[in-house]
């Protein structure tokens, strides 16, 4: 059973920066398992921010940024505004069709 | 422009059925694959399934395979869930989301959501 790890919440000060990580329970988080970051505010669809670890979806902007640190994936935001509070959420493409998302990480901008 | 347009949600009793499906355009549909992600209120994203982009592969959570069927036609634009043996657990918001590739890879567009209820 592949779990996807991030972290359940994070704060930020506007202007800040913040990097979320998306990890996996066992093994790194390599480009072959195409990690992809979406934002989801309540209500809404998600948006796709980051995919194929970091391509940037049309009309997200460039303070939005996606890596590969250390052994895990990340999302970058550079200074983070106050519309940038919301859900984000990993994923990770484990093979066979099957794509696991992680448990989300509320970022709260402060 | 990328669209994709669920319907077909509703209120449906446990034990009973229902059919989701996905118009899609501003794209060339059959070469992609398409997934299903549906979720639960309150809570987190979960796939439900992916089909390749002929049709001819197609994988499913453990949650719901055995009950969920998923297909397509590229001559249609169009993408199918058929849910059946429905019990309260899929009870969520679906979501229609073209991946990346052909036949893997993550979702890049989104639907807006079809939302399924399952209550007596």
């Known amino acids: 059973q592949t779990v996807v790890t991030q972290e359940p919440s994070f704060s930020v000060p506007p202007g800040g920066t913040v990097t979320l990580t998306c990890g996996l329970s066992?093994?790194?988080?390599?480009?072959?398992?195409?990690p992809s970051w979406y934002q989801q505010t309540p209500g809404q669809a998600p948006r796709t921010l980051i995919y194929t670890t970091t391509t940037r979806s049309s009309g997200v902007p460039d303070r939005f940024s996606g890596s590969i640190l250390g052994n895990k994936a990340a999302l970058t935001i550079t200074g983070a505004q106050a519309d940038d509070e919301a859900e984000y959420y990993c994923?990770?493409?484990?093979?066979?069709?099957?794509?696991?998302f992680g448990g989300g990480t509320k970022l709260t901008v402060l | 422009e990328v669209q994709l347009l669920e319907s077909g949600g509703g209120l449906v009793q446990p034990g009973g059925s229902l059919r989701l499906s996905c118009a899609a355009s501003?794209?060339?549909?059959?070469?992609?694959?398409m997934k299903w992600v549906r979720q639960a209120p309150g809570k987190g994203l979960e796939w439900v399934s992916t089909?390749?982009?002929?049709?001819?592969?197609?994988w499913y959570a453990d949650s719901v395979r055995g009950r969920f069927s998923i297909s397509r036609d590229n001559s249609k634009n169009t993408l199918w869930l058929q849910m059946n043996s429905l019990t309260a657990e899929d009870t969520a918001i679906y979501y229609c989301a073209k991946d990346t590739f052909q036949s893997h890879g993550n979702p890049d567009y989104w639907g807006q959501g079809a939302l399924v209820t399952v209550s007596s």
């Open positions: 066992s093994g790194s988080v390599t480009p072959s398992h195409f």
């Open positions: 994923v990770l493409f484990v093979g066979s069709g099957i794509s696991v």
């Open positions: 089909i390749s982009n002929s049709g001819g592969f197609k």
């Open positions: 501003g794209f060339t549909f059959s070469n992609y694959a």
